[in-house]
Every structure is written in C-alpha cells, then in structure tokens.
C-alpha cells in the first residue's frame, strides 16, 4: 500500500514537471515570436531613418544648387535678395532637422573609418587650390567603392581601407564622394559660365 502511494507521487509529480516544461517552452516561444517581430521593425526603423538622413543631405544640396544656379544670376537684384531669403530660411529649417543612426564598429572598423575619412578630408581641404586634381583622386577613390568600377585607376590602398569599414559606413562613404564629385561638377560648370561672362576689353586704335 505504501509502495503503491509512492509510484503514485512519483508519477503525478512527473506529469506535473512535463506540463511545466511545456508551458514554459510554449512562453519561451511566443517571446521569441516577439522579439522577432520587435528586430524586423527595428530594421524598418533604422532603415527609415538612413532614408530620411538622406533626403536631408539632398534638400540641402538641392537648396545651395538652386542659389549657385546660372538662373539665379539672370535675375534682377530684388528678386535674387527675396529668392536667397527664402532659400536661406529652408536651408535653416532643413539644418534643426538632426537624424542620426548609430552603427555598431569593431576597434579595427573603427580605424578603418578613420582612415577613410582623412583621406577624403585631405582632398577636401586641397578642392579650392587644386579642382583638376582633386577630381581626379575623388574618382580613383570612388572606383574603389563600386563593383562595376568607372575607366579610371583604383585606389588599391583606399579599397582595402573601405573593405575594413562596417558596411553601413561602407556605403556612407561611398554617398559622400558621389555628393563629392556632383559638387565639383557644378562648381567647374559654374566657373565656366561665369567666364563665358566675362566683360571684352575694347581694343585701342591701331591695335
């Protein structure tokens, strides 16, 4: 009778352990279910983020394209001083609109950014002394980013420095150069306007 009352224990407290363990599995589960749910819209958030980063940088090249522009210059001085105020006034609002979107580096992506960046900032500081070159080295430095690459040389050193990058920053980087290289177009075609302005001197009698 006592052995008889002790498997019985022993079996209810068996059942008992298994329905907990599936209870806890099935808790286990659903939570997981939520954090899955909770990455994919984490993801969408960080991507919308990026996204709208974007179009910020592209209003505010947009805004100074519009007040570098040769329609600009064709205007009459009231109403270029009334469209620069307007401009002026979308360009600060555009600047208080501040997104930033973490990324997640190693020590050694770290300084492969690092890198990268003061190579471009380099060229950066030379732009006004040297456009020609600086173009040139822009160019090098983005076929390296680019898996169809455009015909000019790569800059091996500069590619391997990007392949250490986190791949967010990889393609941070390769954005900069493009807005890089658009400013540089529209600087060259807006000195070439201008020169095309330029005041003929009278010649002299007998010359």
């Known amino acids: 009778m006592a052995q008889a009352k002790i498997h019985a224990k022993m079996n209810e407290a068996a059942h008992g352990k298994f329905r907990r ?76 609109v501040e997104i930033s979107v973490g990324t997640t580096r190693s020590p050694q992506q770290d300084e492969s950014l690092r890198k990268a960046t003061s190579i471009i900032d380099e060229i950066v500081a030379k732009m006004l002394d040297d456009m020609g070159n600086s173009r040139t080295r822009l160019m090098a430095l983005y076929a390296a980013c680019v898996t169809e690459a455009p015909p000019v040389p790569i800059d091996q050193k500069f590619q391997a420095i990007v392949i250490g990058c986190a791949l967010e920053d990889q393609k941070k980087i390769k954005q900069r150069l493009e807005t890089l290289m658009r400013n540089i177009e529209n600087a060259e075609k807006n000195i070439k306007i201008m020169d095309h302005q330029k005041i003929e001197v009278p010649q002299t009698n007998g010359k």
């Open 21 to 96: 363990t599936l209870s806890m599995a099935d808790r286990s589960g659903r939570l997981l279910e939520s954090l899955d749910q909770l990455e994919i819209r984490v993801e969408t958030l960080r991507e919308t983020a990026t996204a709208m980063e974007q179009e910020r940088e592209c209003i505010l090249e947009m805004i100074q394209s519009i007040q570098n522009s040769q329609e600009m210059r064709n205007i009459c001085a009231g109403e270029r001083e009334e469209l620069d105020l307007t401009a002026n006034r979308l360009m600060g609002r555009t600047l208080s």
